[in-house]
């Protein structure tokens, strides 16, 4: 084994700390999944300022590189004391939120254990160690004795038992630990059941935004920590980049690459659309998690999952059922497309799948037309049956374009957890499309895209003169293009009870937590998957 080998397998002590939080968040970290919560930014505040070289003195060392050849293990001390007799203490610096008591916690003890440990092998004379809690300004010593060390050697040897497991740890059940997890979002402890959830840990960031990028010729760039578009000398918008959580361009529309480069260095994806709403294509950070899970799920699409696959036609077709029977004047339909449902569920096979799938797409969208208002259809925006590209007529062309957000949507959930968009269960990933970005949004275009597209028909968002007609097909004006994705945003950013879960979730949160519930499938957590079926 070569020196690079070697190092590429030292274990981070700030991995084995966070296996004695909990062994799941250590598999979490190591598969790269970032958080950016206050906690999270709080404490890199905290390690900023101590991790400041410059502020070094003779009795006192700060940022210091610690390794062990012995156990395998690397990390870096925030601070060490130096007596005058030469006695060295390690003090690890900790951010604790106001009214929280300054107390050391196992994990802590276990960091500092780790770097006493090495600093020893180091040859250094180390007595002792403690905790510096930032914001109460207090030293709490650690003692370092025996005991401490053979609680950190089990985390270390945890940590390696987690590493080489085939599948990741399950969540803790009803712990406390979850409700200040800074990793609950990701890892959502109490979906994983599939079941009603009793408590909300509030993680997600509510601010945060899909920035759409929708007029012709404009220029995005980054300035000062703010995302700003200007068309000519004109600012036509400025958003500070930390609330925004993904970017599609859709058309004409520049983007510096000193911006390019910052959202992927952020991890945000961007997503680029045609003017008529077709995925162009996206980037993504070479750094974005799961990388492992991500080979299970080439190496299981492959292989094929149907229960997967049925899951997301069987919720397909109970949410066309669902928006007919609330929309339209269509039961019978709405009662056939339940029995199709009913099959789906039961399929045994990918083909009697799909010809269940076209059967039901057939006849909902047959009395799709029932679900615009009698004033639209008399204006002549009528709709006889579905194309895709290139669109025959108005309604079609609002739903290319409508489906085409929510690729662009599932595709940036599906990169936010580190799957593959192209490697699908439902549709093949032999066709270079975005298969799993495919395959999740069949769940949501009832509720979502056919939902926006009628809304905005039927309420006079978009009216016939807001097409025109190029070669035969259909195409959304501009100030039309701007209607729907002002329509759609307030869609996916509008909240509703989550069938399985029972509490108020966004559509768009539902996206990325559906896409999580594919991960857990392929990565061991959970047994099942299961659509978002509306009643
Ligand atoms: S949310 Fe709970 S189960 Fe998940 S990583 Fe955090 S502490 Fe562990």
Not at 8 to 34: D, K, T, Y
Not at 40 to 65: C, I, K, P, Y
Request: aromatic share 6%; glycine share 6%; proline share 5%.
């Amino acid at each position: 084994m070569n020196e690079d080998q070697h190092d590429h397998e030292l274990i981070p002590i700030s991995l084995v700390a966070h296996h004695a939080f909990c062994p799941r968040r250590a598999w979490l970290e190591a598969m790269g999944e970032r958080t950016d919560t206050h906690q999270m930014a709080v404490g890199t505040a905290v390690h900023g300022a101590s991790d400041n070289l410059a502020a070094s003195r003779a009795s006192t060392l700060r940022a210091v590189e610690v390794t062990s050849q012995t156990l395998g293990i690397v990390g870096r001390c925030d601070r060490l004391t130096i007596s005058d007799s030469g006695a060295v203490t390690v003090v690890e610096h900790k951010a604790t939120p106001v009214r929280r008591r300054p107390e050391v916690t196992e994990p802590m003890v276990v960091q500092v254990a780790l770097q006493v440990f090495a600093l020893r092998e180091s040859g250094m004379d180390v007595h002792g160690g403690a905790v510096y809690f930032t914001e109460h300004e207090v030293t709490v010593p650690v003692p370092v004795g025996d005991r401490e060390h053979r609680l950190a050697l089990a985390h270390v040897d945890g940590v390696r038992a987690v590493l080489a497991a085939a599948d990741a740890p399950p969540p803790l059940e009803d712990d406390p630990r979850c409700t200040r997890c800074s990793h609950a979002d990701v890892c959502l402890p109490d979906e994983r059941r599939l079941a009603p959830v009793r408590r909300r840990i509030l993680v997600a960031d509510p601010d945060s935004q899909v920035v759409h990028l929708v007029t012709p010729g404009s220029r995005a760039a980054t300035r000062g920590g703010r995302l700003k578009v200007t068309q000519g000398d004109r600012e036509l918008s400025s958003v500070p980049l930390e609330r925004v959580e993904a970017i599609v361009v859709h058309g004409n529309v520049d983007l510096s690459s000193g911006l390019v480069r910052e959202l992927l260095w952020r991890d945000l994806p961007i997503v680029w659309c045609s003017g008529s709403g077709r995925v162009i294509g996206w980037a993504a950070s070479a750094t974005r998690p799961n990388g492992w899970p991500r080979v299970r799920q080439h190496v299981e699409s492959e292989k094929g999952l149907l229960s997967l696959a049925r899951a997301f036609v069987t919720a397909k077709i109970c949410n066309q059922a669902t928006l007919l029977r609330r929309r339209g004047s269509a039961s019978p339909v709405s009662d056939e497309l339940r029995a199709l449902q009913r099959r789906a569920a039961a399929a045994a096979s990918l083909p009697e799948l799909f010809g269940i799938e076209g059967d039901a797409a057939a006849r909902y969208f047959a009395v799709f037309s029932s679900m615009l208002t009698q004033k639209v259809q008399d204006s002549g925006l009528c709709f006889t049956h579905r194309d895709r590209r290139p669109a025959a007529d108005p309604v079609n062309a609002a739903l290319n374009y409508a489906y085409g957000l929510l690729t662009a949507d599932l595709i940036r959930a599906v990169i936010a957890c580190g799957l593959d968009p192209h490697a699908g269960f439902l549709h093949s990933s032999k066709r270079n499309k975005p298969a799993l970005a495919l395959d999740l949004a069949e769940e949501f275009r009832a509720p979502i895209a056919d939902s926006v597209v009628l809304g905005a028909f039927n309420n006079g968002e978009l009216k016939a003169s807001d097409f025109t007609m190029v070669s035969g097909a259909a195409r959304l004006r501009q100030p039309a293009r701007r209607a729907l994705v002002e329509a759609y945003e307030r869609r996916v950013n509008s909240t509703f009870q989550h069938p399985t879960f029972g509490y108020q979730v966004t559509w768009r949160r539902a996206m990325e937590i559906q896409a999580r519930l594919v991960l857990g499938v392929l990565d061991g957590t959970q047994p099942g998957y299961r659509g978002v079926m509306t009643r």
